[in-house]
């Protein structure tokens, strides 16, 4: 009987009204990385290895920016899986945390590959280039990011934008947009390199929309 009334006592775990603010963090690290390696590096894979060598600093500064973009996100999903609570779906639920983790993987294993490579540069360029492992490893790199990545960004958002749909969590105007920008992910990614700041723009939006939403509530019920 002591147990249990204990247990009862116990207040549950509530999601921090601003932690909304973690969407709005994964976009502008996720962006800030990017918008770094894009103007440091060429596009295509096969390009010459100069650029790398010579923006070798600001290339390892965008890839240390990319975990902290990762924890981010995954606060991020949590306050989307909080904002759902008894409307979630299981099979909607699980493409969606699915999508989550695997587009985090993919991001992981992209800069650690490159990350790799930045190192060994610095200290044996020449037989790394020699050995074919530089173009190897920046193809690979291309195919995790542009093939993979991309199109776990783009499940996420059409089963973000279904479950918004259903449960009216967000506008129905934000849904209608992530499944169209989902759509531009998935069929323009190879023709506009810039296309891939889709996601965190899209992922920025929606995190404002929760962050005032979440602040009006907090309002509302401090005033009743």
Known sequence: ???????????????PRAAAVAGILFSLLLMASMLLIRTSIP??????????????KRLSLALNLLPFAGICFLWFVGVLRDRLGKQEDRF???????SALLFLAMIFVTGSVA?????MLGSDARDLIASGTY?????GIYQAMHFYAVKMAGVFMISTST????????????AFLGYASALTLL?????VSWILLVFPLWVLLLSVYILIDNLRRQEIS???
């Open 92 to 98: 909607f639920a699980t493409v969606f945390f699915g």
């Open 1 to 15: 009987m002591t147990m249990h009334s204990e247990t009862e006592s116990i207040p549950a775990l509530n999601t």
């Open 222 to 224: 401090a005033a009743s």
């Open 163 to 174: 479950i918004a749909l259903r449960t009216r969590i967000v506008p129905r105007w934000m």
């Open 135 to 139: 173009s190897l490893g920046r193809i």
């Open 115 to 119: 990350g790799g490579i930045i190192r």
């Open 187 to 191: 069929v323009t990614i190879e023709s």
């Open 43 to 56: 596009a295509d894979p096969l390009a010459a290895v100069t650029d790398i060598v010579h923006h070798a």
